[in-house]
C-alpha cells in the first residue's frame, strides 16, 4: 500500500471511530445524577479536505471531555458533546448550528473560520456563544460572541516575519523577498494580509513579493508557483493536498525560496512527510502557539500524550501521532474553554451556566495556561493567545524542535 493510500486508509478508519465515540456522548457511563449537564455543540470536517488534521482535533475534545467528567474537575458538571460535519462546506455551516442549538448545546466549539465567519453575524443576533480554534479579523471585529483560542493569522505571520528578520536572514545578501500561495479561503487571506502589512511596515526587512490565491480545492499550481519562484521565502497553502502539491511543483520548477509555516501547516506533517520526505522539509521553521509533541516540559504535550495512550490503540497513537498536530492542537487550545468554563462554575454555580454567563466571565479576564502561555480577553479582545514559539523542522530526528521561548505577538495595524 502507498503512501498516500495508507493516509486515506488511516483517515476513513479513524472517522468511523470517531463517531463511535461522538454518539456515546463523549462520556463513559452516561449522565450522573446529581450533575448539571452543559452541552457543547461541535462544528467540524469529518470528511472533507481539512479531515486529515480536523479528525485527530475532535478526537482530542472527546477525551478532554471524558478527563473532564471522570476526574470531576469542574464540580457539580458533566459535558456532553454532540456534533456536525460541515466538511468544509461554508454552505454546511448555518445548518450544522442550528442543528446543535436543537440538540441543546449551550455553547458552540468550531475549528475552520469558513464556519466561524459564515456565523459571525448568527451567533452575535441570536446571543449564542461560539468558541473556536482559528481566528481571522472577520470573526472577533466587531467584539462580539465569538471566542477565540488563537490568535488572528494575520498577527501570527507578523510575529514569523520578525522573527526571521531577526534570527534567520542574512541582510548581507539584501533584503529578502516573501510571497505566499493557497487557497481564496479565510485562513490563507488573513496569513497574506499578516504578510502584506508587515512588508510595507519594514521596508528595510522584508521585500514584498506575490500573494496568489486560487480556487479551493485546486491542485494545479503553474502559475502560483511561478510567481513566487524569485522568492527568498514561500508560505506555501494551509490545506491537505494543497500543501504537498504545491511544495513539490515548486521544487521540480526550480524554485529556491525558503518555505515557512504556521501552525495550520503543523496539523498535516506526516501527510507532508509520506508526499516529500523528511529531508525535503528539513529546517523549514513554524510558529506554533502550544508546545509539540516531544517537549518534555510541557505539561500539556504531557496531557495530550496521557490521553492519547489512554484513549486510543496504540496503532490509532500512532497514526495521529504521525499526521501532526491535530490531536495536540485539540488538547492545547480547547484546554482554555474550559478553564473559562471552570471559572463561570465558580462564579455563577453549575445550575445557571449558560452562554450568557461565559460571555460575561470571559469578556474581561486573564490567566495563564499550565506551559506559561498567556490568555487574556477583554471587552475588545476576543482572541486569547498573547504569544507563540517557534519550531524547526529536524531531519535528523524527524521531529519538529522548539527553538524560541515564547515571543509576544507583533500585532501591528488592524486586526485581519
Known sequence: MNHRWRTVALSCLMVL???????????????????????????????????????????ALAD????????????????????????????????????????????????????????????????????????TGAMVEPPGW???????????????????????????????????????????LSSMAGIKQYAEAHPGKFQLGALRTAPMGGLMWTAEVMS???????????????????????????GKGKFIWAGAQCAYVGLIVDALGWQAIDGIPSTLSYYWWSDTESPLAALANQLLDANHSAGEAAAMRHAGAGYIAGISLNYPAFAIIEATVKAVGAENFTGQAFYDTAGNLSFTLPDGETYSYTPTKRFGPDSLVILRVNAAKQDLVTVSDWIPLVTEGPVQ
Not at 450533575?35 to 480536523?54: E, Y
Not at 471531555?65 to 474537575?73: K, P
Open 146 to 188: 465569538i471566542f477565540t483560542g488563537m490568535f488572528p493569522q494575520s498577527y501570527e505571520l507578523q510575529t514569523m516575519l520578525q522573527w526571521l528578520s531577526e534570527n534567520d536572514w542574512d541582510y548581507s545578501k539584501g533584503i529578502p523577498k516573501i510571497g505566499a500561495v493557497g487557497w481564496g479561503e479565510p485562513s490563507t
Open 228 to 254: 513566487v519562484k524569485d522568492c527568498d521565502y514561500v508560505f506555501p497553502p494551509l490545506t491537505g493536498a494543497a500543501i504537498t502539491t504545491f511544495m513539490q511543483q515548486y521544487r521540480d520548477a526550480g
Open 64 to 135: 478532554l471531555v471524558s478527563y473532564y467528567n471522570e476526574n470531576n474537575i469542574v464540580p457539580g458538571v458533566q459535558f456532553k458533546v454532540v456534533s456536525y460535519d460541515t466538511r468544509y462546506d461554508a454552505s454546511r455551516s448555518l445548518p450544522g448550528y442550528e442543528w446543535v442549538k436543537g440538540k441543546g448545546a449551550q455553547i458552540i466549539f468550531g475549528i475552520l473560520p469558513s464556519d466561524g465567519e459564515m456565523l459571525k453575524n448568527h451567533v452575535d443576533r441570536d446571543g449564542v456563544l461560539y468558541y473556536t480554534i482559528s481566528c
Open 17 to 59: 471511530a470517531l463517531v463511535a465515540t461522538l454518539s456515546l456522548s463523549c462520556g463513559k457511563g452516561g449522565e450522573e445524577k446529581g450533575k448539571v449537564t452543559i452541552t457543547i455543540g461541535l462544528l467540524s470536517d469529518m470528511t472533507g479536505p481539512a479531515s486529515t488534521a480536523l479528525v485527530p482535533i475532535n478526537y
